[in-house]
């Protein structure tokens, strides 16, 4: 068959070269040992946990070694696309500090150049690949209908064969003539382009994955589809297209892939490309309560599976990073055990530590790793993220909280700039419950006691602590004056004397302290009171006295 004759009947509008390509996208000028590696989802409306987990990857594999990472949108499948599906992908990766070096940024925005970014906008280029494949007796175009394929799948499972697909004798326009196809064409019928495959089933391909070591595999014997009948690339062919031009070195992608690595392979080949690295990460793995197993993340069952969920918890980007990094690394908890207070997109990230089983996602330990970043972070870091949180998802607490940043600033300081800091916050959208007894906007008082103080008792003290307080005082002296009430009203100050002699007393200064607290904030457990009541003001502080004081009457 003339193979040049035939790529231009299939082909006609089609006027470059290959080589016109490889001008226009040269190879990069970077460093030797420079990885260049990529994300490539597809805009189906949301960044998926497990989207972010790899996203990360990509990110870390390329700063370590003085490479680059470019994010590039995969939207060759119209059917699972959905209306502005990009800005759910890069929203996502923004709200939580993924930063590519190229590619898209935002809906019809990228930057870079080595685009366009999204593969809808690169047809010509896989178009000038299929017809220079064409012309070098690699790939044909298929006439089989729907129900032609159907057949063909039906006569392999009932003739049990091992490899299911269009290949060997069921491969059945492979070897059509020029004049048939030429007839086809003619007669309007509707064809794809496939790959005419070199494999053998005799023959098996090894690759070294960069997590799971050496893998072996069948080769591939596939003819796979490169174009669709609209001219439209599948996966398989445009990624590697794009990969070559766009000059990867490092494919990392997901487990489920590895099953294409032959046809990807045998493609790269077929082109004349050199065929980068593969790593293929774990899944993002949920233990499942029900059945006591481990299950993947399943968007309609786990509101944790969108990173948007994270988003409206108010969960810090640095909390997630912080977290998702001790999945992706055995070694990232003792670095950080080395390195505290290093941004955690400095770890020297290593593929070769990821463990190739499935990773546990768990939101206990999540909310651990966040209560402890949270508390290492000073309070205008938080302040601003608090406010910026609230801004968009509680617009009344925003109002009041940033009415006096000052003030708010000084309530979230308490305890914090301390060897051990408190670590009461593990998100955003808990904030309003633990700041509420500073805003009378937010504040329901609730004066229950402890089982072993009674309610006269515990009016005694306000009472007696109405005339004796001073915001004058310093801590020292303020704490004097509590313990100064103790005797009188048959407590001990020296808690150790209590523990000794209990029942010696009604109870000991840290009792006479907590009905303090519980009268000023409706809590037993607090930051420093002193700080508090600096921040209450003496108004504030004789009025709550008094609500409590007719509540235990």
């Not at 420079?34 to 949301?46: D, I, L, M, Q």
Request: proline fraction near 5%.
């Amino acid at each position: 068959m003339d193979n040049i004759k035939l790529a231009q009947l299939l082909f006609p509008d089609i006027d470059k070269t290959p080589g016109y390509f490889e001008e226009l996208y040269p190879p990069r000028d970077l460093p030797e040992g420079a990885r260049v590696t990529r994300f490539a989802p597809s805009p189906t409306g949301y960044l998926h946990i497990g989207g972010l987990f790899g996203a990360l990857v990509d990110v870390l594999t390329a700063k370590v070694s003085g490479g680059l990472s470019y994010l590039r949108i995969e939207d060759t499948d119209k059917k699972r696309e959905i209306d502005d599906g990009v800005s759910g992908i890069t929203d996502g990766l923004k709200a939580f500090g993924v930063e590519f070096d190229e590619g898209v940024t935002g809906f019809g925005a990228e930057k870079g150049a080595y685009g366009p970014y999204t593969q809808s906008q690169r047809v010509e280029i896989y178009q000038t690949v299929a017809k220079s494949l064409v012309e070098q007796g690699l790939a044909y175009p298929c006439f089989c209908s729907a129900a032609e394929l159907d057949a063909i799948r039906e006569e392999q499972e009932a003739a049990g064969a091992d490899i299911r697909g269009y290949f060997g004798k069921w491969a059945k326009c492979r070897d059509l003539t020029f004049e048939e196809i030429e007839k086809n064409i003619n007669e309007g019928k509707s064809w794809v382009l496939r790959f005419r495959s070199q494999g053998s089933e005799d023959r098996r391909i090894a690759f070294d994955d960069m997590i799971r070591g050496k893998i072996e595999m069948p080769e591939n014997i596939i003819d796979e589809v490169l174009l669709k009948s609209d001219g439209i690339p599948t996966y398989h062919f445009a990624h590697c297209c794009d990969d070559h031009f766009m000059g990867t070195t490092h494919v990392i992608r997901g487990e489920e892939w590895i099953s294409s690595v032959p046809k990807h392979i045998a493609l790269f080949k077929a082109c004349g490309y050199k065929v980068p690295k593969y790593a293929h990460t774990p899944q993002v793995m949920k233990f499942d309560e029900e059945t006591g197993d481990k299950r993947k993340l399943s968007k309609r069952k786990d509101p944790e599976a969108a990173v948007g969920y994270f988003v409206v918890e108010g969960f810090p980007k640095e909390s997630l990073t912080e977290y998702l990094l001790t999945l992706l690394s055995s070694g990232f908890e003792d670095w950080r055990r080395a390195n505290p207070g290093v941004p955690a997109m400095d770890y020297p990230f290593n593929l070769k530590k990821m463990s190739p089983s499935g990773c546990l996602f768990d939101l206990v330990k999540l909310t651990d790793v966040s209560k402890n970043v949270i508390s290492h972070m000073n309070a205008d870091t938080v302040y601003e993220g608090v406010a910026a949180w609230a801004k968009e998802y509680d617009p009344g607490f925003y109002g009041v909280f940033t009415a006096s940043p000052e003030r708010s600033r000084a309530i979230l300081n308490i305890d914090r700039e301390s060897p051990k800091p408190r670590k009461d916050i593990a998100k955003w959208n808990e904030v309003k419950d633990y700041v509420s007894y500073f805003f009378n906007e937010f504040y329901t008082p609730d004066y229950t006691l402890p089982d072993n103080i009674s309610k006269q008792d515990a009016l005694a003290v306000v009472s007696a602590y109405a005339g004796e307080f001073s915001l004058d005082d310093d801590k020292d002296t303020w704490f004097g004056r509590i313990k100064d009430l103790c005797a009188p009203l048959g407590f001990t100050p020296n808690v150790k004397e209590f523990k000794q002699n209990p029942g010696a007393f009604k109870g000991h200064v840290g009792d006479v302290s907590t009905v303090i607290r519980i009268a000023l904030t409706s809590r037993r457990n607090t930051p420093d009171l002193y700080c508090i009541m600096q921040l209450l003001g003496a108004d504030e502080i004789k009025a709550r006295l008094e609500s409590a004081a007719e509540s235990w009457k």
